[in-house]
């Protein structure tokens, strides 16, 4: 697919400000949604939606297709009388600044069934009929979610493979048995969701009619400890107790003498392949009904990926083995037509990767921050990019711009002074502004390098297991200046949203 010049901001909604400890849906939503219009922006990038599991994670989601009802906005609810407003009355005193998950995700939830208990006594007929819409349209995942995180409650959020032998084999006396046995949970569970995407598609609406798209995020491989496991064991190599033999990871490099193991089960791909890819392409339909970009993570392994033996303790021992490569992609392309995918094509990147991405089309992924320790060819140097890639100054699994200055070696410092004729003063606008004037169709840098913050603002940590995901964008941030600085740059480089065009010319900074 052929993408138009364009920019944005990375920005996940769980850092949205707002009263209720975590970014949500709602009103703060929109007004972000305002700032990007008036910047001049066209692309808003977030990262995965799904309800997050072990660590926080978005990464590391319960579902491949269910949305977080975390991000469900009270204050919505209120507007659409889903809730009273005295259900609201004893808010607890959150953070502003960081989102402390424990005591956040006991509060919504408790708020989440309040609002479940008056749908079901005082929603109206339109509202019980969208709800009953949903649940028809969605039905090929959210039966099998709904009753997984029922049953998964029912045991005290222990793993599926630790459920008694016939729920966690899914024997079909046990599952009719559990849908009886936890009737009003399942549905619990399927009226979160579908609060979710009703507050999910409002908000998207609404970026639409302000000419913002939005760029969605694919993690390559799913949590084990996930309904889509759970309810597809066939798909992915396990043992007779639904415990990987196979995990995911990458080899020991540069930075990881151990190499990094991640642990999420493999895909059997010669069962995908037998069943044409019909699993894979629900999920990128389902994703592309949320989103309208895709960035799909750890593009390599789908050319080749590391096998680690699920016994192991860290990723030293595995071994190369080939991905589904072009027939997965022909798959989806013939099921979805074009396919509005980035490739993110970071690491050690072989040539029969590149010839994957260049074999259809695909933009891959630039990152500025990469560019200065490798001399005149470095690749991440803007002077060597195509223009089918996406630039980025940093990504969540990065420094922040101003951050990395701080950390990197003075060596380092000096290249980039030089390359871009700057002091160093102003790193964070240095980088955003090398990133715009590139050729690169899009242009993208996190939030926090606009604030010009350091890495206390660092959205995550690879290899720590807890302590991410936190950072919350501080309130009264999105000013006026903030956003002519901004529209500048998209007005200069020819990035500006298309409804933003017809604007008079603004002053320089």
């Given amino acids: 697919m052929k993408f ?27 007004l972000w949604i305002d700032f990007l219009a008036e910047a001049g922006c066209s692309l808003w990038q977030v990262l995965p939606l799904g309800p997050t599991g072990y660590g926080d994670s978005p990464y590391q989601c319960f579902s ?49 069934d309040r609002s479940f208990l008056r749908f079901q006594h005082l929603a109206s007929a339109k509202m019980r009929q969208a709800y009953l819409s949903f ?11 709904a009753l997984f995180m029922a049953i998964k409650e029912a045991h005290g959020g222990n793993p599926w493979p630790t459920w008694e032998a016939p729920l966690r084999d899914r024997q079909p ?8 046995k936890f009737e009003f949970a399942i549905q619990r569970q399927v009226y979160r969701q579908f609060l979710f995407f009703h507050q999910w598609q409002t908000l998207r609406d609404y970026a639409h009619e302000n000419g913002i798209q939005i760029i969605g995020d694919i993690p390559i491989f799913v949590a084990h400890d996930s309904a889509d496991v759970w309810a597809n064991p066939g798909l992915f190599y396990l043992d007779r107790q639904g415990k990987p033999t196979v995990v995911a990871g990458v080899p020991p490099d540069y930075f990881s003498p151990t190499g990094q193991l991640w642990g999420n089960p493999l895909y059997r791909w010669d069962v995908h392949q037998s069943a044409g890819y019909q699993w894979w392409i629900e999920r990128m339909r389902a994703v592309l009904n949320l989103v309208d970009i895709v960035r799909l993570d750890h593009f390599r392994g789908f050319a080749g990926y590391w096998e680690v033996p699920g016994s192991a303790k860290t990723a030293e021992k595995g071994r190369w083995v080939p991905g589904p490569g072009k027939d997965f992609l022909r798959a989806l392309k013939s099921s979805l037509g074009e396919l509005p995918i980035i490739a993110e094509d970071l690491g050690v990147i072989t040539p029969d990767v590149v010839d994957l991405r260049d074999s259809f089309d695909l933009p891959g992924m630039k990152i500025l921050q990469f560019a200065f320790a490798g001399g005149p060819k470095d690749p991440f140097l803007p002077h060597h990019y195509p223009v089918n890639c996406v630039v980025y ?19 380092e410092k000096s290249v980039y002074r030089r390359y871009l004729a700057r ?55 999105l000013t006026n200046a903030l956003s002519k600085r901004i529209f500048d740059l998209n007005y200069l480089y020819s990035r500006l949203n298309s409804i933003k065009v017809e604007q008079i010319e603004p002053e320089g900074e």
Avoid: C
């Fill in 64 to 112: 491949a297709f269910a949305g977080n009802p975390y991000l469900i906005s009270p204050e919505t609810l209120l507007v659409e009388d889903l809730l009273h407003p005295d259900d609201l009355v004893e808010l607890p005193k959150f953070s502003r600044e960081r989102v402390d998950f424990g005591p956040v995700i006991s509060w919504k939830l408790n708020v989440l």
């Fill in 423 to 477: 002091d160093g003063s102003n790193v964070a606008w240095d980088l955003i502004r090398a990133s715009w004037a590139s050729v690169a169709v899009f242009s993208l840098a996190p939030m926090q390098d606009f604030l010009n913050l350091g890495n206390e603002a660092r959205m995550n940590y690879p290899g720590n297991p807890s302590g991410n995901w936190t950072w919350r964008m501080p309130e009264g941030v």
């Fill in 135 to 145: 649940q028809s349209q969605n039905k090929g995942w959210l039966d099998d979610f």
């Fill in 173 to 180: 006396q046990a599952l009719a048995e559990a849908r009886q």
């Fill in 393 to 411: 100054t940093g990504t969540h699994d990065n420094d922040t711009a101003r951050g990395w200055y701080e950390r990197v070696e003075e060596e």
């Fill in 4 to 30: 138009e010049r364009s920019s944005g901001i990375l920005l996940h909604p769980t850092s949205l400000p707002g009263q209720y400890g975590i970014g949500d849906l709602g009103r703060q939503a929109h």
